[in-house]
């Protein structure tokens, strides 16, 4: 059973993200299944970050300013001395690519056909994300073969179970497991829970980062997206999916699209070509062809379009890839 951590020293960090930006755009995916592990709430994000097996929440907020500075309020359990302040800055920086670079970007495509109005909306949008490479990996593999609503269920269950519940400003968020925890259960005890495969998977992947054959830092420090895709591969568990998702969401490689699953094909077929029937080696020729480096980034900019339209109506054609 989770244990509550109740977190009250507060520091407040400001961060000045590159221009064009857009708050909502790079901190909120509609497209991202819920969690337990992050909170949107009223325009800000909670989550928690972990810096040397110390657990902290964040509070992400637009500060307001022309700027567009960004308020990160971090919460502890000890008071935060400056070097973690600066460490947790430049682990928001990192995750959520607030140093990118998408101006070029922005003006060569602004006035394209299929673009032009996600870019007026969401000009700036980052890919992001809120986990470590761990927690994300965790939270693919609970994604793998699976319905939205299974989806939840398996990780409420699991951080249920061997998460960490945060309380602070006034909300309740949790941490995942760290990879030294899950190396103390046995997959036995992680079958129990009917999570089915997925128990040798979360295993294995915990092994490789408590035995330190696999380091973020590291990785996060080779420049070459073949390079850090080989590594990615190698990974337990990790495949033409969840690479593409890695590749473009934790270490922000904008042409990072080489695969798409059945539902999302159908989904980008639909952005593209009005069907859902487009053969998906016909689409990925045909993203190369138009946005080249940028192809990645420009489907991102559809998808997430897409999907906060969702928010203000029903799409039926969507819902049901969505399968809820």
Known sequence: ????????????VYIKPTMPFSFEGTFFKPSHFPSKLVLYDNGRVFHAIEVDGIIFGVELFSSGTKDKKIGVAIYAQKAISDDLKKTIKSEVITRYNLNGDVRDFIDEYKNDILLAD?????????PSVAYSLYGFLMVATVLQNA???????????????????????????????????MEKITEAELRDLRIGYRAKNIKRISESF???KVSEEQ????????????SLLEIYGVGPQSVSYLLFEAFHFYDALDHLSPWEG??????????????SKRML???????????????????????????REK??????????
């Open 1 to 12: 059973m989770s244990k509550t951590m109740q977190l009250t020293k507060q520091a407040v």
């Open 147 to 181: 319905t939205v609503k299974r989806t939840v269920q398996m990780m409420d269950v699991l951080l249920g179970k061997f998460g960490k519940k945060l309380f602070y400003a006034g909300k309740e968020i949790y941490a995942v497991w760290s990879p030294e925890d």
């Open 266 to 279: 159908k989904i980008v077929s639909m952005l593209l070509y009005g069907n859902k029937t487009t053969d």
């Open 118 to 126: 996600s870019i007026k909306r969401w000009s700036g949008m980052r």
């Open 219 to 230: 990785l996060r420090s080779i420049k070459d997206k073949q390079d850090v895709k080989k």
């Open 285 to 311: 020729e045909d993203v190369e062809k138009r946005w080249g480096k940028w192809k990645m980034l420009a489907v991102h900019y559809m998808f997430e379009d897409l999907f906060w339209r969702r928010k």
């Open 315 to 324: 799409i039926p054609w969507l819902e049901e890839e969505i399968r809820m």
């Open 210 to 212: 408590a035995t330190k």
